[in-house]
């Protein structure tokens, strides 16, 4: 089955996929606490925040639309969460953007700011997964210090998610075949839970069989990989930039534009 | 000929209190492609999971001379590498070369080792390309060559395989055919496709409710209609060919 998977574009070769894994995270996590801590009437310090993880996306050849899809497939939360701003806040105020100025209410200033970071940051994330293969990414957490069991659980969710969907679908598909009538809602309700169950069984079943195949290779409860992490010039010289693109906006542009 | 596995008497209930194999006794010697034969639910996994210590019934098995028990459990996994049915089960880890290199990093073997017989195991089932793929990405045909290289990086002596051609096309049996065929081990091989069975196997063992019926050479005992037809076997087409 075929599975729309986030790090597609993880496996080709730019000069951004052969950054160091640690070095992007760390870049990554500190350029999300910089953009989430902004304040609520920073609509264009966020625009030139973008800047940053758009132009990696750029350079890596990670194609936009596929970048614009990922943002808009997990968008429903936070368009509920940011459109409900109008609603409660309607106090009144003035904002202004270069020459222009217009009057609006605080809610929907929120709603904007709520919108703006969630983009800036979901760009950021999707440059990361994108040019980073899941591999790496959690040999550079387990280097960063991240605990052993959660790094190992985090592989086996990103191996065995797409499984557990295909038998998902595959349940659902046969449950479609044989539905020829409309059933009351509580009868639905007993044979989506008959379903729920059977999935569960077969993940138990499954992690049984995983567990035999592990021992079988002489796993012994540690953890044993070949890591290949190495910080060269090129990832120092990324490092820098990237602390004096999100400082520079941050202690610079900032009053400017505020 | 030295014998590469040696079953006495061994017996298993589930837990549930069904007998799962009952009085098997069996002698594979050193080289053989045995195929292990009988109909759904006849014992074959069962008996596959016995020889690699994960079922602990009563009676004796010995794995090439050592008698499987905790203290000798470690060498034997070293010695007998055991693939399972679903590839998926088999293929845990987020990239292939990580899968194929897992055994040899737990037999403590060093890095560049590691990375030597990964690169020979992935060479033998036809993957050295893909070594960077993450198991999800890959085709059903290279899924089951992929789970075989798992286990060749371990250069174990003998290969348990269960069902390995099922789910498999024409052209990715026959290639798998031609890959088992090649390897020198001790193979075991579990199936109820007869002409997959017939294809690679010198030796069979046909197993039915938990029982040995009959272990001979392959070709003798699955031309043996009477007896295949009895187990709800069939008698391969190359035989049945043959012998028109």
């Not at chain 1, 368009?79 to 953007?97: E, G, H, N």
Request: charged share 20%; proline share 4%.
């Amino acid at each position: 089955m075929h599975h729309a998977h986030i790090d597609k574009f993880a496996y080709q070769d730019s000069l951004v996929h052969r950054l160091d894994s640690r070095v992007k995270f760390i870049v990554v996590l500190v350029f999300t606490a910089l953009v989430i801590s902004l304040p609520r009437t920073s609509v264009s310090i966020l625009a030139c925040y973008a800047v940053g993880p758009f132009a990696i996306l750029v350079l890596a050849g990670i194609p936009l639309r596929f970048v614009f899809k990922h943002i808009l497939l997990v968008s429903p939360f936070v368009l509920i969460l940011a459109l409900s701003c109008p609603l409660y806040d309607k106090t009144p105020v003035s904002v202004a953007f270069g020459p222009f100025l217009w009057n609006t209410s605080v809610g929907w200033m929120r709603c904007f700011t709520i919108l703006g970071k969630f983009t800036v940051t979901m760009l950021a994330l999707i440059a990361l997964v994108s040019t980073t293969r899941f591999n790496d990414l959690l040999t550079g957490l387990q280097r960063l210090g991240l605990p052993r069991l959660l790094v190992i659980q985090l592989g086996f969710l990103y191996r065995y998610i797409f499984v557990l969907i295909d038998r998902a679908h595959r349940i659902l598909r046969a449950r479609a075949g044989r539905r020829l009538r409309r059933l009351k809602f509580r009868a639905e309700l007993k044979i989506a839970a008959s379903m729920l169950g059977s999935l569960f069984i077969r993940s138990i079943d499954a992690a049984e069989h995983i567990n035999i195949a592990m021992q079988a290779r002489g796993f012994d409860g540690n953890w044993r990989t070949l890591s290949k992490l190495q910080i060269r010039r090129c990832d120092l010289f990324f490092l820098l930039a990237a602390v004096v693109f999100m400082l520079g906006i941050y202690f610079f542009l900032k009053p400017i534009l505020l | 000929m030295p014998k590469a596995i040696e079953i006495e008497s061994f017996s298993y209930k589930y837990p549930d209190g069904t007998t799962a194999l009952s009085d098997i006794t069996l002698s594979v010697e050193a080289g053989a492609r045995l195929a292990l034969i009988g109909p759904n639910g006849a014992g074959k996994s069962t008996l596959l999971l016995a020889m690699a210590g994960f079922v602990k019934g009563t009676g004796k098995v010995l794995i090439d001379g050592l008698e499987i028990n905790k203290e000798n459990l470690k060498k034997i996994r070293t010695r007998l590498g055991c693939c399972l049915e679903n590839p998926d089960d088999q293929l845990f880890m987020p990239t292939l070369f990580d899968d194929v290199a897992f055994g040899p990093l737990n037999m403590g073997l060093e890095a560049e080792q590691v990375k030597q017989r990964v690169a020979e195991a992935l060479q033998t089932v036809g993957l050295a390309e893909l070594g960077d793929k993450a198991p999800h990405h890959l085709s059903a045909g290279q899924k089951r060559a992929a789970a075989i290289a798992t286990i060749l990086s371990m250069a174990p002596k003998i290969i348990t395989l269960d069902e390995p051609d099922g789910s498999l096309d024409p052209r990715n049996r026959n290639n798998l055919v031609k890959l088992l065929k090649d390897l020198p081990q001790t193979l075991i091989i579990a199936t109820c496709n007869m002409n997959f069975a017939a294809a690679i196997a010198n030796r069979a063992a046909l197993l039915d409710k938990g029982r040995i019926i009959a272990h001979d050479d392959a070709r003798e005992l699955m031309s043996n209609s009477e007896l295949m037809t009895e187990h709800g076997l069939e008698v391969p087409h190359t035989i049945w060919q043959g012998d028109m």
